[in-house]
């Protein structure tokens, strides 16, 4: 009985509110009299006056009905109903003024936010954090509820599905807004008549009719509806957040009840405004998490009425062109096996292209030797061997006092492929008079090849067989006389215009024994027709044998 004497005064009272409110206006618009000493809000009070006066009125008659009587326990029943929907009535209606009081949400500025900062808020977040931090550090328990625990944390993952669908919604917005710019069919594709003309005016048509509509649709029923329901969340969200201030401070008056055995009116208030907003949350939270799961899914299932409707009509209005379109005659299965075939046969020409290009690479760049670091070579070879040997391929400029200075096409001999620190972009390398570290990325393993008197078999002594494993310089450049034809020994990579390559082996006529600047280090020759300078050292006359030497590999 009790249950429905409340929800019946619910019902009315809010029904009664609601067209009060509504009617207020007009009610003052038309400048009638007040009705009653108290006017518009006399009426409001008189179903909560009429409430509870029925349990007084119940007292009344227990107080003059004899207690052997047989209406006396039904009027104790009826007494004790009423004072049980008093006491939910008055629970309901605090619930609904916190609800209120914290799920609003308020834009406010910096300064708004400073000016609201006074002693009193002070005290309450420094007591709170006190008590969070004794929590924390295990020195008062903490007070767990399962119930409101599991809530929370499937509302924490509705608001994170809300949230990620939001984010990739504003994404495919965007990138269907970049769709729609892109118009390829506008461009002179220099493509005379054919399946081109089908495809550009079934774009054009597309692009302005189908995709301005279907994003019209997509963002008013499905990006507004999900703005609404991320808008719906701020309230629980904000109730949660408070709800966690207030469980501080009712945890810490009800130690203080506990140690003192009373607390202050204001105190008192505090724990039933926790009380209040827990089982606001405890009662509320569940239907709420039920209608945010089924608003998200109804969302889901219209972007996905919208995707089908927007296939549906790109292929009603390209029915018409498909015919015209080559291989229109074969089944589905035909032209994806058709369109499988096709693909594969350009991946296999550009496997075939990625091989080819991998055999045949460009040869390295050489750099020919500096003057008089031929000995120099020799001495670091006898001492280190030929796999120690490395060449510098850009100028390094030392920056520390263990870091060396070298030139480009320096040789050097590697002592240790890492520093102190245990770092393999720092090798340490011997110059043949000095030690120092250099960076590993300019160096280049210096390959050392046989001359061609060994090839023949015409080496010279065993002893210097066994020490040297790579070929001299050819002979110095002033040995080269102009107008001649020489050999090229090594093969040279031209890294300018105004060089030309070389292969080994290859016949050479030498124009010019020396650049223009007169320096015998260059030469200007002839190959093939094209002139251009190679190192001198690179040259050699045919008649006469080359003794042993070192080059960069071809």
Known sequence: MSSICES?????????????????????????????????????????????????????????????????????????????????????????????????????TLRERLARINTHTLSKKTTRLGQLLKQEAGLVPKTEDKEFDDLEERFQWVSLCVTELKNNVAAYLDNLEAFVRFQPQECDLDIPGGPVVQYCNLARELQHQ?????????????WQPLCSLTKALAGPRNLIKKRLDKLLDFERLEEKLLEVGSVTYEENKDRHTYQALNSLLVAELPQFNQLAMQWLGQILRTFMALQRDLAKQMLQKAEGSLAQLP?????????????????????????????NFEKVLPPP????????????????????????????TSNISG???????????????????????????????????????VPAGKLELYHVVPSEEKLRGQAGPPD???????????????????????????????????EVSLQAGQPVTVLEAQDKKGNPEWSLVEVNGHRGYVPSSFLARPSSPAPWGWSLPS
Request: charged share 20%; hydrophobic share 35%; glycine share 6%.
């Open 399 to 437: 920056a520390g006092t263990l870091d060396l200075t070298l030139l480009r096409g320096q040789i050097v001999a590697l002592l240790q492929n890492k520093d102190t620190k245990g770092n393999s972009s720092r090798w340490l390398v011997d110059t043949g008079g000095q030690r120092g570290y």
């Open 464 to 498: 210097d067989s066994r020490r040297l494993t790579s070929e001299l310089p050819p002979t110095p450049a002033p040995s080269v006389p102009a107008g001649n034809q020489v050999v090229a020994v090594y093969p040279f990579v031209a890294r300018s215009s105004h």
């Open 327 to 355: 291989h229109h005659q074969l089944s589905e299965p035909a032209f994806r096996k058709l369109a499988e075939d096709i693909l594969g046969q350009a991946a296999h020409q550009l496997h075939s292209f990625q091989e």
């Open 365 to 392: 760049t050489i750099q020919p030797l500096l003057p008089g670091a031929e000995r120099q070579v020799q001495a670091l070879l006898s001492r280190y061997g030929p796999g120690k040997l490395y060449q510098v």
């Open 210 to 222: 189908a995709f301005p509509e279907f994003k019209q649709r997509l963002e008013s029923l499905v």
């Open 8 to 108: 019946s005064w619910k019902l009315r009272f809010e029904t009664l509110t609601g067209f009060l409110k509504v009617r207020t206006e007009d009610y003052w618009s038309q400048s009638r009299p007040q009705a009653g000493p108290s006017g518009l809000s006399f009426l409001l009070v008189i179903p909560m006056q009429r409430i509870t006066k029925y349990p007084l009125l119940l007292q009344k008659i227990l107080e003059n009905t004899l207690p052997d009587a047989s209406a006396f326990p039904v009027l104790q029943r009826a007494a004790s109903a009423l004072q049980d929907v008093i006491t939910n009535i008055n629970e309901y209606k605090r619930r609904k003024e916190v609800a209120s009081k914290y799920t609003r949400v308020e834009q406010l």
